[in-house]
């Protein structure tokens, strides 16, 4: 039976952390989550590395190399795993087969193998010998498990069988046995995709609908270099277009398949008869304030198709954008 698993990782808030920590989204951050950055900033020691890979680009890896269940994960696992990143690379690589997820990925991979991961290994040994570990356990972990408490209660009686069904026929991809959901103390205000049909998701403030998060996360990961590159020729033929497109990338800090997943989201909520269209139109309009005005345009197309397309990568292509596909 299809299942939603809610689970804390030490290993991937770690990763946040090593993000979070310079404070530089301080405004956009819980009280309680700058209150234990600082309390751990002021056991680190002076000069301690501020550089950092993206923490959700990081997680994505990381999912992707152990492909198994990521609670477990220790300090010591991460330092004797980055010790080898050309093992990382490889495995990753081989497992990372879509174009515009290799796009982002690959390069990090190889940021890595050209010393990151060395530079990842320190920090790493830094935070053990301060007792980073004992510090999540008696202070971090008992927050994120009362979160993820909370978030068990918020989706208790959700059916997402239907959901993975339709996500598995539009992407045109095995459908996913379960969604392990990764409550993350330190990444908030942030969300995003993990391997496999996983996603790690930060505090909410009260209560959250898990079926559009859900839908939204497991469909990235689609994307080809042929969409992708209609997309951009798409958003460089209008000014409009090309000025919302520049917000969504470099405001937002979004990548390229985002409003392709915006819209999907949006049609998958359509398709499950929960949502009123009146208010997913607004949702697609209103989504990152308005910046994402392709998303609107395609998920008026995909509401009125008579079935859900098999290969929403091939639809967007020959349908949305009108081009016979390369090859």
Known sequence: MNRIII???????????????LLNKKEWMKADQIKEIEYINGLL???????FLSMSSLCLIISSFYDDDLEALTLDDFIRDFQSPKDISRIVKGRIKNEFTASYLFPMLDWLNQGYANVYVDKLKTLKNIGFETI?????LPLVQREGTRLKKEIEGTNPEELFRNISIFKNA?????????????SYPTAFKLYNGSFLTCFTNGSVDYYPLIAHELMHGFASDEAIRLYKEHVESDERLRECHRALIEYQREGDEEEFVIAAEC????LSGYYPIDKLRSTVKGYYGGYCPTAVAIFEQLIKEHAIPADYNGWLIQNFFGKQPHG
């Open 7 to 21: 689970k804390p990782s030490m290993a991937l808030d770690t990763i946040c952390f090593l993000q979070q920590r």
């Open 45 to 51: 020691p002076t000069g301690f590395d501020n550089e």
């Open 136 to 140: 999540y356990n008696e202070r971090i």
């Open 174 to 186: 095995p459908i996913v046995d379960h969604a392990d959901i990764y409550v993350s103390f330190f």
């Open 267 to 270: 049609y998958l909520c359509y």
